[in-house]
């Protein structure tokens, strides 16, 4: 059952388009990737389903609340890329401020913020905030995003910039949340960190969803595995029957080959060819495109159809591009930076 839902989510800053008819839902406890190249649309979009910035046109609803609603703000927790704390202010005394706002009833707010920096593994609670590390900033962050004990989470780019032990610590806490219940929809950068975290994930490029759907339907809808089969035959012999070959050198003694198909099935027609000439296979090896290749792939197809082979629009401006312009009248999105 979704427990979030998009549709046709637009936002225009001007005669600028930042996000194009986004449509998608996600389910109650998923783990959700939203994915793209700087300026595709990702932060935008999770703005606008956080309540921080009005859509132009279309609806977006968590749990049947629109965002920006109280009844759905105490069901949604935000961690923005940029997460400015009061660094005057003790990690303890932060949290217990923003519990106190979601009407938390104080020893409630005790014990969860306790556990929740436990599980995060913080230590030094009652030291300023300004006088911590990037890294424990960002564990106080997501803190403050779980206060209020929400359904749903919104993360982006929760690992931006970190050590690679903070990065992997933030990973599988991310994991476990899910495991627990939450629903989760995710940013990041790191495509290797989405594969391995997400259940499903939607490309965005150019303000528009150009893929969708678990990274292994995005690997069939790109190619899928590629099985890749190396034989030999005598000198001068066909091959593979009139088939073309994908790769072959031709020897005193022997003639060898590599043959690329789509499956298991066409590897067996091909050992038969081989052998049926008198030849033999000698290797067979398996090539399945990573999402960071996939992604490489759409991302230089702004068109949208997939070929990977335009160079991209030079005329479209950024995200942040768009949303810092202010000589035309356009919006700023100085509010959505601050704390939720």
Do not use: W
Request: proline share 5%; with cysteine.
């Amino acid at each position: 059952m979704a427990i979030l839902e998009v549709d046709s989510l637009r936002k225009e800053y001007g005669g600028f388009t930042a996000v194009e008819g986004s449509s998608f839902s996600v389910e109650r406890g998923e783990v959700f990737g939203v994915v793209g190249p700087n300026g595709a649309g990702k932060t935008t979009t999770l703005k606008m389903l956080a309540g921080l910035i009005e859509p132009t046109a279309g609806a977006a609803a968590v749990a049947g609340h629109t965002p920006g609603e109280p009844a759905m703000q105490r069901r949604l927790g935000f961690l923005p890329e940029e997460s400015p704390l009061y660094e005057e202010m003790t990690a303890n005394g932060y949290l217990e401020f923003f519990a106190d706002l979601y009407d938390v009833p104080a020893e409630a707010a005790r014990e969860r913020i306790d556990r929740t920096l436990d599980r995060l593994d913080l230590e030094h609670r009652d030291r300023r905030l300004g006088n911590m590390s990037k890294g424990m900033k960002r564990k106080v962050a997501i803190a403050r995003a779980l206060v209020n004990d929400p359904d749903v989470l919104i993360f982006d780019e929760p690992a931006s910039g970190l050590d690679p032990l903070t990065t992997n610590y933030i990973i599988e806490f991310t994991r476990e949340l899910s495991d627990e219940g939450k629903t989760i929809v995710f940013s990041a950068h790191n495509l290797f960190h989405v594969e391995s975290v997400c259940d499903r994930i939607v490309i965005m490029n150019d303000g528009r969803i150009v893929a969708r759907g678990s990274v292994d339907e995005i690997r069939d809808a790109h190619g899928g595995t590629e099985y890749r089969v190396y034989a030999t035959v005598d000198a001068g012999g066909d091959p593979v029957a009139g088939d073309p070959v994908d790769d072959r050198r031709d020897g005193d003694a022997a003639t060898e080959f590599r043959h690329v198909v789509g499956d298991m099935a066409a590897v067996e027609a091909v050992r038969e060819t081989v052998e049926g000439e008198g030849g033999r296979v000698t290797d067979i090896q398996t090539k399945t495109p990573s999402l960071e290749e996939i992604f490489l792939e759409v991302a230089s197809d702004p068109t949208g159809d997939g070929d990977g082979l335009a160079s991209g629009r030079s005329d479209r401006r950024t995200e942040t591009d768009a949303a810092e312009r202010t000589d035309e009248g356009e919006p700023t999105e100085d509010a959505a930076e601050a704390e939720p």
